[in-house]
């Protein structure tokens, strides 16, 4: 385990106060009354960005900081407590971890540096189905001349809507199921046959559903190898896999914390509720179960940072613990609230909603400890 | 993981690396040292245990952070890692930790006079005192400060009365380290802390056998025993803070600092074979073996982070609660999943129809059902992280 460093403290405390001041649960609210149909507020990326967070794994001669994924996910942490929404995983995370380890020199120079200021937004567009399965791609991207031609259909693909550039996962090969034949695509929203359409989802974070309908490329779009993208892609999702875990990690302990406020304060049959022994064991178990998931989470981001070769394992040990962790804390924030934790007016429901589609996100608990068995001989 | 980065550790690793290769007897490699720390008739008739416990008595390792005229090496906490880690490397053990080394030393080092510290901590330091622990007692378990075992001031000794309880190992240990009651009108404030012979007249322990055939744990019986006066450590009716202070240490040493735990997915695909893709073939078990395989592995970096936490901080703290209750429930999912996949053969309890491994699963399967129960049940843990830990009221 690596002890953070003096950078990586200010970075975190200044997320932390950040999030407090500016993005309060409050903030993440107004999402649920239409505000922001690009699923974010445009003020508030704005300001992420100036802070540098959009270009912490970004080289700096591209403009970034290089800071690392462990920095990331501390930033990311911090903004999970409050729920505040921004494309940072979508493009400060995947997207420019895509561009940086499959991108020619051209294209790094072309997008980094406006992913790394937040000009640019960049979204990975992957699932196609219900399912979290990158194999099942079906999406099909066809040689035309020197260029490609892409059709078919992607869902949900987060932060969709506010996307200025997708890198899209096609099929140039094979058929759905299939390890190899997976290509990505650089590909811009106002390209002729793409339409996008925003998915309401319980979490309100309004990702795109985009058709692509003979969608024409120039050579100049693919990112890294035609047909073998199967292995890059894996390595790009176990960064946002990373991610969403740290985000889910301060997500699960601020609903802990919430839950601890209300038993030192709801009283009922004359005693303070958080004495009943019952209600203390639970918070006790859902006290070590956040150790654990603090422990898998922060290998994971220092497995990344230091190109471990058993980072994919320890990715997904990270996000099945968060996953399920996230899950039964969630529940039990609406449990131990009663009734008042069924309102809309009370952010239990907020906790839960986004827990859910954070768990669905890059592959759920299932899929996660599945992948786990499978790379330790189980 | 890279723990150290100064030239002076690495130097200080690999004089411990080059000295345990000369000095480890290799027949020892791989043995459980738990053997001769719960059997003192095995350690002593073993001459390879003893060579080594020799060796590592006169060069202080077995303590190394205790100070020199104790019987220690005087080293820091990051030099005490070192060893133990390269003891682990080497497939070698520290044949000194024993209840003294673990439990009573650490508390006489903060409470004991400097009479008691030079008389107990050499032999510990060496491992040539045994020690056992008298807490529990019939009606003071996990309410263990209710204890009655009677201490009364005769003028030039103290007489002691009464039963213990789940006294681990005391049929073979020297000294006993008590818990007695020298006043009846406090519960908590009338506990002291005594040091006993048990070779005093009027002391018998009697093995009690348990439910994996064990016969670890002891009654022990106190008639009138006459115990000096200066036995007692601390002030007479302080004992209580001393235990809590003593019971954290013993909660540190049971779940904090054991090695690296196997797999179980070998022995899985051995027992329950493979399917067509490679998978263990019952995927109900696989499920469950894969999700507590996390668990396991997660428990792991816990321990590895709340080391490096603890660099900062000093000594063990009230999270070890948590920590002790997270590694019993992991510990003993993990005992019923090998006896499970092992299936009837996991249930032998004797004779050559069942390996070594087998009847060895099935005692460790019955043996864990005591990880939560000893060192303050998984319940009195779950009291004290809801308290101490995340600050919850009390009941009124």
Redesign the interface.
Known sequence: ?V?LSEEQVMLRDMAAEWARERMPVTAYRKLFTGAFPLGHDPAAWADMAAMGWAGIVVPEELGGVDFGYRSLGLVLEELGKSLAASPLISSALIVATALRLAGTAEQQARWLPGIADGSVIGALALDEGPRHAPLATALTARQRGDGWQLDGLKRPVPDGMAASLFVVVARTSGGPGDGDGLTLFLVEPDAVGLARTSLDQVDARSPALLTLAGVALAGDAVLGPVGGAGVLLDRILDCGRAGIAAEMLGTASQAFETV?DY??TRVQF???I????AL??R???M??EL??????V??ALAALDVGDAEAPQLVS?AK??AGDTLHRISNEMIQLHGGIGMTHEHDAGLYLKRARVADQSYGNAAFH??R???L??? | MAEETGGEDAAFRAKVRDWIAANFPPALRGCDPLLYQGDAVAAAGDANFQLWRERMADIGWGVPTWPRRYGGAGLEEAQGRIILQELAAASAFNPIRSYGTMMLGPTLLEYGSEEQKLEHLPPIARHERRWCQGFSEPGAGSDLASLQMRCTDMGDHWLVSGQKIWTSGADQADWCFALVRTDTTSKHGGISFLLIDMKSPGVEARPIVLISGSTHFCEVFFNDVQVPKGNLVGAINQGWGIAKRLLQFERDSLSVGRGAVPSLAPLARDYVGVDEQGRIADPDLRARLIRNGMRVTAFGQTLKRLATEAKAGNGPNSGVSAVKNLWSDIMQERAELLVEMMGANGLGWSGEAFSDEERAATRAWLHSKAYSIYGGSYEVQANIVAKRVLGLPDHR
Request: charged letters at 15%; a positive charge.
């Open positions: 385990m002890v601890l038993l030192k004359g005693q303070l958080g004495s009943f022994q203390q064991h918070a006790g178990a006290f070590g150790q654990l998931l603090r422990s898998a922060e290998a040990l099945a613990m400890r599945e786990w068995g499978r330790n001989g189980f």
